[in-house]
């Protein structure tokens, strides 16, 4: 299944704390750097930029590892 997120969805997903929510901040078609980490994003295989709303740190995930929440 292809998730279509946009910019502003509310998504959670599993950290090594457990389950944490956020915001799309962005989908990543294009290689790009967070925090020091090369994020290998592409048209064919997207990821999504993620603010984290309890520490405000962006992250890229896949579609897959994200979930709308509410």
Do not use: C, F
Not at 7 to 15: I, L, N, R, Y
Request: glycine share 8%; hydrophobic share 25%.
């Amino acid at each position: 299944m292809t998730k279509t997120l946009k910019a502003g969805d509310k998504v959670s997903w599993e950290t090594s704390q457990g389950r944490t929510k956020g915001k799309v901040v962005r989908k990543q078609t294009s290689p790009t750097t967070i925090k020091g980490h090369t994020v290998k994003a592409s048209p064919d295989d997207p990821q999504y930029i993620v603010k984290s709303e309890k520490t405000g740190a962006r992250a890229a995930h896949k579609p897959g590892a994200l979930r709308k929440a509410t």
